[in-house]
């Protein structure tokens, strides 16, 4: 139960759930355990179609983070070893969680762009951030 609430609470963190929202407001005052996980449930499948697969770099590997307010890729995309991790391992759970989607795959990527572009082969280590 603990990992569960760790993990959605991750995932609020990285897709932005906004929990004091003005539609909130319209909410019922008391839900049962299972309204609550499905709201939940509901509104972290809305988030993730948002995140996935959008900010998956297919030209230079990892994943994007840097978006204008419209969700339009900007132009610059320096990749930080903290959210480029951050993805693999929400995109990890997401596997263990809902293994008939491609999140797995989605998480090798990233893995892949850590060992390949963010490893300092020079002198061992990651880099901090990286352009593209």
């Known amino acids: 139960m603990k990992n569960r609430l760790l993990f959605i609470l991750h995932l609020f963190l990285i897709t932005g759930i906004c929990l004091n929202c003005s539609e909130s407001e319209n909410l019922p005052t008391e839900l049962s355990g299972e309204e609550v ?7 972290l499948e809305s988030k993730l179609d948002v995140w996935y697969p959008r900010v998956i770099d297919m030209e230079y590997g990892g994943y994007l983070s840097n978006f204008t307010h419209d969700w339009q890729q900007a132009e610059t995309q ?15 759970k997401l596997a263990a969680r809902y293994p ?3 999140y797995a795959e989605l998480a090798s990527h990233g893995f892949e762009f850590l060992k390949e572009k963010m490893w300092d082969d020079e002198y ?7 352009s593209q």
């Open 78 to 92: 320096e990749k930080m070893i903290v959210t480029q991790s951050r993805h693999i391992w929400t995109l990890s």
């Open 124 to 130: 061992g280590g990651f880099f901090q951030t990286v």
């Open 37 to 43: 996980a499905a709201n939940i449930r509901a509104e």
């Open 100 to 102: 008939d989607q491609n």
